[in-house]
């Protein structure tokens, strides 16, 4: 069975921790990052778990500031 | 298969607007305006009109949206943007006009222009941010602001006997006879966010058409204003705003 499998990039220098990926993702999949920032002091977001992305794009949709990108591609099994 | 293989150029599906600039938005964490400006750059890249649309500034937080959306924008004084749409759209037929405004804009200081261009049926489109509260200058009341909602200039809640009842712009721009599309949405979820699009696009198409004006009001979350949040701040908007400012297409000939 062909499986549909996804990946997504984040632009964490962009990126404001504002959550709303983390609750938009119906897997749970994304976190933010405990103790790091970047250039602007902002925690930001990062996936904790890549392997069962679906590429469903609730997550970049929701971004107010367009931080991510998604890919998705169909798995031959 | 590794993720180095699913990120390729082929396989993308979504991202941000090429329509939006690199520049780094200064909205609050969890702002609604970004996902406003991200609906309005796919929805004019998806129309082929990014030569030929003309946008309105206003006066608060979106005063800067000039930066971020690759299009020609103008600047209005405070509430005076509908009046600037006239004379564009009036000037360049051919060309998208719309306004983009806060409710502090456009219900408060801009009330008499809005009610006059959406009765004159001005073939412009007018997306209204409606958050209850005036974002930029420190989260005070706005003639939307809910009754019993706490703002700085109301601390003890909205009182009907001292400040009024909260103005409905929406569903009054729909008893307009100029008005040709008059819809309230809401960008929260992913859903809403579908749903506020095809709105956006439609309002455009009307006014491109000649139909009439065209109001979409998008219900938002003001975290910082409202103290909570941004995840906060969209619950207490869903139990909140929505009772009171019921979302759904008002008006739609």
Redo the contacts between chains.
Sequence with gaps: MSKI???I?IDT??C?????CV??CPFDLLEITPKKVNH?G?TYVQQKD?ERCT?C??C??????????????K?EA | ?T?E????PE???????TL?NEV??H?????????VH?LIAEIIEEMGMEEKTIAICPVGCAVFAYRYIDVDWLEAAHGRAPALATACKRMWQDRLVFTYQGDGDLACIGACETIHALNRGEKITIIFINNAIYGMTGGQMAPTTLLGMKTSTCPYGRTPELHGYPLNMTDMAATLEGTAFVSRQSVH??AA??KAKKAIRHAFENSMNGKGSNLVEIVSSCNSGWKA???KA?EWMEENMFKYYHLGDLKDI
Aim: proline share 6%; net charge positive; charged share 20%.
């Design positions: 499998r996804g990946a990039v220098n962009r404001k921790g504002c959550a709303l609750e938009a602007k902002y890549w590429g794009t609730s970049a949709v929701v971004c107010p500031d367009g931080c991510i990108s998604v890919y998705r591609k798995e | 298969m993720k293989e699913i990120i390729q396989n993308l599906v979504y991202a941000k607007p939006m780094g938005m909205y609050c964490p969890g702002c609604s305006h970004g996902v991200k979820t992913v966010i579908r949040s941004p995840v969209n």
